[in-house]
């Protein structure tokens, strides 16, 4: 499934192939939580931003439309028109950060729906299930989400749980491939990685967890309340005990800088919904740092949104004729904001694959960090 083609250090530049595609990587994911990107692109848009990869969320395509209406369509390939890759998130997340009301046990957790408040069980097996009808590539494992920080004991406690968790989802899945009416037989399953910012239990988890030989191996749990260097070490702390032969991902992060950072440090996939979510509100990411298009001195400014981009966005309309548009509570100027940002980060990656194909990624980065986060 996956190839390491270069590297530069710890950087690497790869190939992910799929049942639905190839996947050049590291690649970011363009977060389309119920199969569309908040800002009204949709899948048809995301051809035109130089998406590789989808990612949608199994919490919220449950509860609605439901994921067997979904099947009923064919699977959100279908549903939502999107060809390429897609992946799945598990839930897990979802679970822990909107249910106000969670008891969580050993056979899943209870909650009730951010939604209408009614009564819902989810399971590594019901995850499993949801996924499979959703016939998504890559489905992620069921797990449990701590806050940061979380008491070291429970942290401990937790890890073994989402071992356990893992092992049913990896059970299900395997059993799920292999029904007749399965939308996607080929769905691989990824696990993830826990154990707050504790490195010993990062460590310790992602050891077990590679004993399973998975297609794909993920960190979580991170980018939820802990400093970025903490992060870091995180990172640098459980890569070396990854597969190497196996994709990495970097689940909820984040800025363009937290991006080149997880690069640097040998991370393969990324996803967040920063880019649409600050987009819509006017924030928007260049080659110079961040540009607030709510300014006033954008008022007569007939520049593009970033010069060296060639973003529909920035091929036709003015940072003066946006920031109109925002400010008059247009939908497009929020649709034309959010196409910027997505294809900004899809290009940055392409743009990290070529510096590792030239050998050159160490100099781009030390150049770009922070340029990339600064505020213009």
């Known amino acids: 499934m996956f190839k390491v083609i270069k590297k530069e250090n710890n950087a690497r530049r790869g190939v992910i192939n799929t049942v639905h595609g190839t996947v050049q990587t590291p690649a970011f994911m363009n977060v389309a939580t119920c199969g569309a990107i908040k800002g009204a692109l949709s899948a048809l848009d995301l051809k035109e931003v130089n998406c590789q990869i989808m990612l949608s969320n199994t919490y919220h395509l449950h509860l609605r439309p439901g994921d067997e209406n979904v099947k009923k369509f064919g699977g959100l390939h279908k549903f939502s028109r999107w060809e390429g890759p897609i992946l799945t998130d598990s839930g897990g997340f979802q679970v822990f950060s909107l249910a106000k009301l969670r008891n969580i046990?050993?056979?899943?957790?209870?909650?009730?729906?951010?939604?209408?408040?009614?009564?819902?069980?989810?399971?590594?097996?019901?995850?499993?299930?949801?996924?499979?009808?959703?016939?998504?590539?890559?489905?992620?494992?069921?797990?449990?989400?701590?806050?940061?920080?979380?008491p070291y004991d429970y942290t401990k406690d937790s890890i073994h749980r989402t071992t356990r968790w893992l092992e049913r989802c990896k059970t299900e899945m395997n059993r799920l491939n292999s029904l007749d009416d399965t939308i996607n037989k080929e769905q691989k399953l990824f696990g993830i990685n826990q154990g707050g910012i504790f490195p010993d239990l990062r460590i310790e988890h992602m050891k077990t967890i590679a004993e399973l030989d998975l297609p794909g191996y993920a960190i979580g749990g991170l980018a939820v309340g802990e400093t970025a260097e903490q992060?870091?070490?995180?990172?640098?702390?459980?890569?070396?005990?990854?597969?190497?032969?196996?994709?990495?991902?970097?689940?909820?992060?984040?800025?363009?800088?937290?991006?080149?950072?997880?690069?640097?440090?040998?991370?393969?996939?990324?996803?967040?919904?920063?880019?649409?979510?600050?987009?819509?509100?006017?924030?928007?990411?260049?080659?110079?740092?961040?540009?607030?298009?709510?300014?006033?001195?954008?008022?007569?400014?007939?520049?593009?949104?970033?010069?060296?981009?060639?973003?529909?966005?920035?091929?036709?309309?003015?940072?003066?004729?946006?920031?109109?548009?925002?400010?008059?509570?247009?939908?497009?100027?929020?649709?034309?904001?959010?196409?910027?940002?997505?294809?900004?980060?899809?290009?940055?990656?392409?743009?990290?694959?070529?510096?590792?194909?030239n050998g050159s990624f160490e100099s781009f980065y030390k150049k770009y960090t922070d340029i990339l986060g600064k505020r213009i």
């Open 105 to 150: 046990k050993e056979e899943g957790v209870y909650f009730n729906s951010h939604i209408d408040g009614r009564k819902i069980f989810m399971s590594p097996e019901i995850s499993m299930q949801i996924q499979s009808n959703l016939g998504s590539t890559i489905a992620m494992a069921f797990d449990e989400c701590i806050e940061n920080p979380s």
């Open 231 to 357: 992060m870091y070490e995180i990172i640098e702390a459980v890569t070396p005990f990854m597969p190497k032969d196996k994709p990495r991902y970097l689940m909820g992060v984040g800025t363009p800088a937290n991006i080149l950072e997880g690069v640097y440090r040998g991370i393969d996939m990324f996803d967040c919904v920063m880019p649409s979510r600050n987009a819509r509100h006017g924030h928007l990411f260049t080659w110079n740092g961040i540009r607030n298009i709510w300014n006033a001195k954008y008022q007569l400014d007939d520049s593009p949104i970033d010069e060296r981009c060639d973003c529909p966005a920035c091929q036709n309309f003015t940072r003066a004729y946006i920031r109109h548009l925002m400010k008059a509570g247009e939908m497009l100027g929020m649709r034309l904001c959010v196409t910027h940002n997505l294809y900004f980060y899809n290009n940055l990656l392409k743009r990290i694959r070529e510096e590792l194909d």
